[in-house]
């Protein structure tokens, strides 16, 4: 008996009707892309092991996928490595690709690789799918897809307010109201472990501080402890976890805080700027909030950090997030190269519009009209109709065979067809084709030669 097929945990199969919710989203992002001034572009789904290997930190190292080399492979290993089952010393010997864990760094490494062909400053969009080697949850998978739009080439606060007003415009659009855009300044972080003493574990810190929201503030406490950061330093923080009142209020309290460190008041003044502007500006749908514990666990992000919250109520971890990197591009070789970026988490963002029934209920239907087959001569005419049909946009189709009208109108039921066309006998004769409508079950007739006479009621 033949085994069951199964897919990798982590992995999903989509049907016609996810797929029509997920071009929804990526419709909606993608036009938003364009309106900004982003281009789009992609890179491959594998890189060179040495491309992605140490720009995430050592947990996201850890959840880069390695693909084996070709042919045989542990042959071309000596015997000391293999006896040592050291997996970081081995890795290299087996495995020089992988995939790719997010879209910046590829993205880093095309401008490195295309910087004489770019206009800078380089306003980019990328819808691609990523993989990561995470324990599998709920809207956490191993494969997915990310939808980024990065700026490189120009170091202007303006850009971040540009990404902001990209987030507001999109959830507007999608109707997700409620959505809370977290903000925080890798520059404050690191002027808060120079204020408590730890500037050298600073790596460390935020690598702790990140997983608040998993693991509670003891949890980060404890964590920071066992990572050699000092009760006495910890006592000084203490106060920052649990800042309270209006952006404005924190950001006056930081600047108190961190009125030791200039990097730390850099990093303030950075997110008043940005504050200020949407004073002005103002948000549709989002709303800005400060949150000092934001930490976002990636290596690269020096300034502004973002972290896009699902409204109150809705069971979700982060649905987009960013930042400020000052030389990404610096690891590949060309120096000074200022980015920011965001992302969109697709699969997380339709889990919410999902159970906030915020899909348009058009969405599920994939045929606008359903010809019932009558017979050789009658489905003819009836495929002549639906070419008219099409010409014109209107999603029809022929059922293949003249099988009993029962299991033809179960088959437009299943398929959510909105109305369905019978051309019989009587109907050629005549030289028209009746319409039912599924939903009332009301028929008319109409003229085969003015097709557009029913086209227009729809």
Known sequence: MAQKPSIPKGTRDFSPVEIAKRDYIFNIVKKHFKVFGFQPIETPSFENSDTLMGKYGDEGDRLIFKILNSGDFISKVDDVTYSSKNSKSLTPKISEKA??????????????????????????????????????????????????????????????????????????????????????????????????????????????????????????????????????????????????????????????????????????EDLEYIIKAFDELGLQSTRLALDVTLARGLNYYTGTIFEVAAPLGVQMGSIGGGGRYDDLTGIFGLKNVSGVGISFGLDRIYLVLEELGLFPEALDRTLDVLCINFGEKESMTALKLADQFRKQGFKADVYPSNAKMQKQMKYANNRNVPYVILIGEKEMTANSFVVKNMTSGEQNTYSLENPNEFLNTL
Not at 174 to 180: A, D, H, I, T
Request: charged letters at 25%; one cysteine or more; glycine letters at 8%.
């Open 99 to 268: 995939l790719r864990y997010d879209l910046t760094v590829p993205f880093a490494r095309y401008v490195v690789m295309h910087q004489n062909e770019i206009d800078f400053p380089f306003k980019r969009y990328q819808i691609q799918p990523v993989w990561r080697a995470d324990r599998p949850q709920k809207g956490r998978f191993r494969e997915f897809y990310q939808c980024d739009a990065d700026v490189v080439g120009a170091n202007s606060l303006l850009q971040e307010v540009e990404l902001i007003q990209l987030y507001d415009r999109v959830f507007t659009d999608l109707r997700l109201e409620g959505v809370s855009i977290k903000l925080n300044n890798r520059k404050i972080l690191a002027g808060i472990a120079e204020v408590i003493g730890a500037r050298n574990n600073l790596v460390n810190f935020t690598v702790a501080l990140d997983k608040l929201d998993k693991i509670g503030v003891e949890g980060v406490k404890k964590e920071m402890l066992t990572k050699g950061i000092s009760e006495q330093s910890l006592t000084k923080a203490a106060p920052l976890f649990s800042l309270t009142g209006s952006n404005t209020d924190q950001l006056a309290t930081l600047k108190n805080f961190l009125a030791g460190s200039e990097q730390g008041r850099r990093g303030v």
